[in-house]
């Protein structure tokens, strides 16, 4: 059964602050959201991991733009540096968000 959607009112300079969380150009905003409610949950858990955690996603965020703006990097490496980039997402899926009681 698909999910439920909604939509949502967004300042735009929300929404460029959340471009710029981004790891890759299809991320859909839902996963950026999830995540960065994952990160903050962890971060009151776990600080250190927290920072690791955004610490890829800002080395991802360069190989994104490394990839966008050169064209010295052959297309076999972009491939590669793109496929990092997925595969740091798949690892710090977001996880399921618990209600507070």
């Known amino acids: 059964m698909p999910k439920e959607t ?3 009112k967004l300042e735009k300079s929300t929404k460029e602050r959340l ?3 981004k ?3 299809s991320e859909s905003y839902n996963l950026v959201i ?3 409610l994952n990160i903050i949950n962890i971060c009151s858990k776990n600080p ?3 920072y690791k955690i955004l610490g890829d996603i800002e080395r991802a965020r360069e190989r994104k733009i490394l990839i ?3 064209d010295k990097v052959s297309s076999r490496k ?3 540096m793109a496929k990092q980039n ?3 997402l798949k690892a710090i899926k977001p996880a399921p968000i618990k209600p507070e009681r």
């Open 68 to 70: 966008a703006n050169s």
């Open 78 to 80: 972009k491939s590669f």
């Open 34 to 36: 999830n995540k960065a």
């Open 86 to 88: 997925i595969g740091l």
């Open 6 to 8: 909604t939509t949502i």
């Open 23 to 25: 790891e890759f150009e």
């Open 48 to 50: 250190p991991l927290a």
């Open 19 to 21: 471009d710029k969380f």
